[in-house]
């Protein structure tokens, strides 16, 4: 594609923040697509604030794949932080903003991946469900210590035990719709994909209400219309951004957590 087409889909972000600011639900809906449409739905009608900026960025890296119907950018003021588009009858934000954790692996034109890490790049999404649904780690997946995917792991390990005397299951799934990879210079593969979380909190044997509510009040009310619901289902969102090398090893680059939907 033409870096034209990307430039102007990119200013669709000023438009985005606009109807964001307005609770323009309609327009929000209308320009997101994929992991950002699904944090637009529910959550554009619930929340009043606490969404990312969408305006500001500078410094801009257009990522254009080979195949048509998609774009990532990476802006790298004010801080490195990527954005992905796709084409469904007109130009749509899927993901972002998604701040890097640290640098931004490198791209050069005609950059190509072997076809074996093309072949394992379309398993990255199973990879991370595999690892965050074993924390016994008998699948043989595994996360170095400090990466972000890892810390999220002990986290939902320990959200048990944060919650008693509460009861607590978190189920992680595959978000629908296809993961996106683009090649890096070094042989290697940029993966973004999306997991959900979802969690639900019940009361402890004998209760008949939370002890410890996951979320604030506020934000409870404003999604649930209730003050104190005797139970809580969190909805998730985890939208990673992962380099996968040409010896398989998997890093993740960006992860972005924020809360979809809040049931009773």
Sequence with gaps: MERTVAEKAFDLLDELAQAWEDRDCATVDRLTAWAENALGGRACEATRNGRPALTGYSDLEYLLPEEPGWFAVLARRPEPTYFLFVHDRNWRLAAGPLRLLGEAPQRAGGAQPSSGTAR?????????????????????????????????????????????????????????????????????????????????????????????????????????????????????????????????????????????????
Excluded: W
């Excluded at 890096?184 to 979802?198: A, D, Q």
């Design 120 to 264: 394992r790049a379309r398993l990255v999404p199973q990879r991370h469900l595999t690892y965050l649904t074993d924390p016994a780690g008998v699948s043989g997946v595994a996360f170095p210590s400090g990466d972000a995917i890892a810390d999220l792991r002990d986290k939902l390990g320990d959200r048990t035990a944060r919650a008693r005397p509460d009861r607590v299951s978190v189920d992680v799934e595959l978000f629908g719709g296809p993961s996106r990879a683009l090649a890096l210079s070094n042989g290697s593969m940029l993966v973004f994909h999306t997991l959900r979380l979802v969690s639900r909190h019940r009361p402890g044997q004998g209760r008949d209400s939370l002890g410890r509510p996951p979320y604030g009040r506020a934000l409870v009310k404003e999604f649930t219309g209730e003050n104190d619901p005797a139970s809580l289902t969190g909805t998730e969102l985890v939208v990673l951004a992962s380099e996968i090398s040409a010896k398989n090893k998997l890093t993740t680059v960006a992860l972005r957590r924020a809360l979809a939907d809040l049931t009773t």
